[in-house]
């Protein structure tokens, strides 16, 4: 028999309720679960516990699932790209920024040992890491407890600017398919993981990156494997132009054209649609095509409104009937956070606050990634359910007053209250520190990382310029 872990009398628990199709708060119930799964979610729990949590002070909610991260690399641009946009590229720090800082071997251990810190101190427990596989990362990945979908990247070619305002792409068919037969040993190897909890994706990393059959190709091994596939598409301004450009479709609409939108889909970002205000664009019903695919859209609001841009909006996309999915595409990987600024965003965007709420978002954050991973035993807090479990700290003075306990998270506390989280049954996060990973340690090797990593810019970049010149600092140094 499997050790059992009772929560008891907890003062909340956000269960779901599968007669409503949503979430609810119950108060002053047991929750009971092992690694198996969930057991008991209800008052009076009267089975053998090893483990006994008093819940009286304590929020109990399922572990959040982020679709969408970046944890090998973002965690390397702390400080450098907060608020730097190429201002002749509509401000995105894509093509001219993100190329010219890059972890070597060390610093990718080192930016995995923040992010998924990171992550898990702000409640997620299953994660999906879209990153360039490197050695070692399936261990990783495990070691730290969580449940991963790997999604390990490839394409046709590489964008890269030569003088700050033209995007041009070098291309290299044969590399996108030698990229896409890794990434299907990657997929075949962490499926045979003994941890038990990787998972594999299909994910050609950019709309504009991948030919048209490197792009089929993916798509339908996604669907031999009953796998998801993910894209960024529609991330940036001059990507829809140069896929307008190419195709004379939006991103979107050339994904449906080429056959790729489906309920196993997810977008990347998804913010240059034809109704957004920027394309100017005549409307070719991109928000009524994701709808009717069941095609996921991914929302990482924070790494876009660094540079003033912003989805138009979360409760447009909610209410055509889009999926809507949660990720960190960028440092921090704080997971509360992000839905915080979706919040903000999306009520600034729509000019009304009732289109983005925490009830969206936090729904985003479970269901709706769920969905998009096709798991219906996580993100929720039912019976036989996956053991995924986060325990929130209401008496953490910046939950109080609890009148409300998501909204106290979501918009005051965010991962200082995450007291103890567990994934299958097993905890990495005792008293709001990880178990699974020495945090400070990784901070610290990545900070001598990013210094090599800064020494090698004016070598990058198409300008030759140093750290400072591309990314000035708040203030001027002085000496003394």
Not at 144 to 173: K, Q
Not at 326 to 350: C, F, I, K, Q, W
Not at 354 to 362: D, P, Q, S
Not at 369 to 387: E, F, K, N, V, Y
Request: proline share 6%; glycine share 10%; charged share 20%.
């Amino acid at each position: 028999m499997n050790p059992v872990t009772l929560v008891r009398n907890a003062r909340f628990t956000v269960a779901w309720d599968a007669s409503k199709n949503s979430h609810v708060y119950r108060t002053g119930i047991d929750v009971a679960f092992d690694s198996g799964g969930i057991l008991h979610v209800g008052p009076n729990y009267t089975g053998l516990a090893a483990t006994v949590i008093e819940g009286t002070d304590l929020m109990v909610m399922p572990g959040l699932v982020n679709i969408h991260s970046h944890p090998f690399s973002e965690p390397m641009n702390k400080g450098m790209w907060d608020e730097i946009g190429s201002p002749r590229l509509y401000n995105t720090s894509l093509y001219e920024y993100l190329t010219v800082l890059r972890p070597d071997a060390e610093g990718v251990r080192a930016c995995y040992g923040v992010a998924l810190s990171e992550l898990m101190l702000s409640g997620v427990t299953t994660l999906v890491d879209l990153s360039i596989p490197s050695e070692g990362w399936l261990d990783t990945l495990a070691g730290s407890g969580m449940r991963v979908c790997i999604a390990p990247m490839y394409r046709s070619g590489r964008w890269l600017t030569r003088n700050g305002h033209v995007v041009d792409y070098e291309w290299d068919e044969a590399a996108g398919y030698t990229g896409l037969e890794n990434a299907m040993r990657q997929i075949d190897l962490a499926e045979q993981h003994p941890s038990g909890r990787l998972s594999g994706m299909m994910t050609p990393a950019q709309i504009d990156t991948c030919t048209e059959g490197l792009l089929r190709d993916s798509y339908a091994e996604s669907e031999r494997r009953k796998i998801p596939f993910q894209i960024h598409a529609a991330q940036s301004l001059s990507e829809f132009h140069e896929m307008t450009r190419r195709t004379g479709m939006t991103p979107i609409e050339w994904m449906g054209h080429l056959g790729l939108l489906g309920p196993r889909s997810i977008i990347g970002h998804g913010i240059f649609l034809d109704h957004h205000p920027w394309t100017h664009w005549p409307e070719t019903n991109d928000l009524a095509r994701l709808a009717e695919a069941g095609t996921t859209v991914a929302h990482c609001p924070t790494v876009f409104a660094r540079r003033g841009i912003a989805l138009n909006d979360f409760g447009r996309y909610r209410r055509a009937g889009v999926n809507m999915g949660s990720g960190t595409d960028v440092y921090p990987h704080n997971m509360l956070d992000e839905l915080r600024l979706a919040s903000y965003v999306g009520r600034v965007t729509a000019g009304s606050p009732r289109g983005a709420t925490v009830n969206h978002l936090f729904t985003a954050a479970t269901i709706g990634g769920a969905t998009a991973l096709g798991r219906g035993d996580i993100g929720r807090l039912a019976l036989g359910c996956r053991s995924d479990i986060v325990l929130v700290d209401c008496n953490h003075p910046a939950m109080r007053p609890c009148h409300d306990p998501l909204y106290s998270l979501v918009y005051s506390a965010s991962e200082r209250a995450v007291k103890h989280v567990f994934v299958d049954g097993a905890q990495i996060v005792r008293d709001g520190k990880v178990l699974t990973i020495d945090y400070p340690a990784a901070a610290a090797a990545l900070e001598e990382a990013q210094a090599r990593g800064l020494a090698a810019i004016p070598a990058l970049d198409w300008a030759h310029r140093d750290a400072d010149t591309i990314a000035p600092p708040c203030f001027p140094y002085e000496r003394g």
